[in-house]
């Protein structure tokens, strides 16, 4: 009896805990994808349809979480490192030194897991059925893990679980950073400019990639040549503004509120953009049947 009273506390504990060790929340991960899906070219397209199951109804963006929704089954017990990578307090990213689990395995974190898993999916065009990989599941993990590589706090500090540890107040709710970076910014922009509907948000995103804000940054953000350095890049880049925007000026125990939010939006936002670009970029080469459009596969 009692056990099994424990292991209900214990199920909901590990449940009520699990938010803060996701990556971007359930609307961040969506909005990327969505992003991501207007901008795929026929070939990726077809492709995608192609590898998603039923259930997605042709529909990548609501399978997008499913990397968070198994990351507490044991089958799946190894990918639960592919979410992020830690860094030393020194703002900086450098693969081999900071890419493995915590039992020291090479490659397993955010960036590896997308090198592997572009690699898999490369075996569709040139293996098709005959592809030793479950190409489903390497299409759900890389659209994932490309959004949480572009979550600043992705790529943040190992002393303090990349802010997960750092607990504070968001306005008058308790939080700590990492969550405000995974979802309180963008609940709270929701709730104070988009009347809660995520699909008014992803409007004036797609919006300002066409012709606002960041129309002209767009062809910057998507090339890539060397896909090993392109992914390394975007990891810099996330570590680079954990430290001069999510860490700075935060210490356990503050509260967080307007000045914090006001300055920091528009680097989530233009963060999940950023995911989306990239995303379709790896996803329309990846597909493309033609070996010029794509990576070569020594990449
Ligand atoms: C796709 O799924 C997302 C997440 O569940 C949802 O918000 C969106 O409305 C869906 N889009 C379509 C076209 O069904
Ligand atoms: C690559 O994916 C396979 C599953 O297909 C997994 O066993 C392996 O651990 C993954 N490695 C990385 C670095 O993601
Ligand atoms: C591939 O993975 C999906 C999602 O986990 C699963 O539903 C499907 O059965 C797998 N396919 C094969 C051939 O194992
Ligand atoms: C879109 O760009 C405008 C500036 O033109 C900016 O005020 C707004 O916050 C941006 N919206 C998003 C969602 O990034």
Redesign the pocket.
């Given at each position: 009896m009692w056990l099994s009273r424990f292991l209900v506390l214990l199920s909901l504990f590990v449940f009520l805990a699990l938010p803060c060790a996701q990556g971007w929340s359930k609307e961040g991960h969506v909005l990327t994808c969505q992003i991501a899906q207007e901008l795929l070219n026929p070939e990726a397209t077809e492709a995608v349809q192609d590898l998603l199951p039923e259930s997605a109804g042709g529909n990548l963006s609501a399978l997008c979480v499913w990397p968070d929704q198994i990351r507490l089954w044991s089958k799946y017990r190894?990918a639960s490192p592919?979410h992020y990578a830690n860094t030393p307090d020194t703002c900086s990213f450098l693969y081999k030194r900071d890419c493995h689990n915590t039992a020291g395995e090479a490659?397993?974190c955010v960036v590896?897991?997308i090198r592997?898993?572009t690699t898999?999916l490369m075996t569709y065009t040139t293996q098709g059925f005959d592809s030793p990989?479950?190409l489903t599941e390497?299409l759900l993990f890389l659209s994932h893990f490309v959004g949480d590589i572009h979550q600043p706090l992705h790529l943040g500090f190992a002393s303090d679980e990349g802010g997960n540890t750092i607990e504070l107040r968001w306005f008058r709710r308790k939080s700590n950073l990492h969550h405000v970076w995974d979802r309180d910014i963008i609940l709270t922009a929701l709730a104070d400019y988009y009347d809660k509907d995520s699909a008014l948000l992803l409007q004036e995103l797609q919006r300002n990639l066409t012709h606002g804000i960041w129309s002209n940054n767009v062809p910057t953000w998507e090339r890539c040549v060397i896909i090993k350095s392109c992914i390394n890049k975007w990891a810099e880049e996330s570590i680079d503004l954990a430290c001069k925007w999510a860490y700075e000026g935060v210490e356990a125990g503050i509260t967080l509120s307007e000045d914090y939010f006001d300055s920091r939006l528009p680097i989530v936002m233009e963060r999940l953009a950023q995911g989306g670009v990239r995303l379709a970029m790896l996803l329309n080469r990846v597909f493309s049947q033609d070996a010029a459009q794509g990576f070569a596969s020594s990449t």
């Open positions: 190894w592919l490659d397993m590896g897991a592997n898993f898999q990989y479950n390497a």
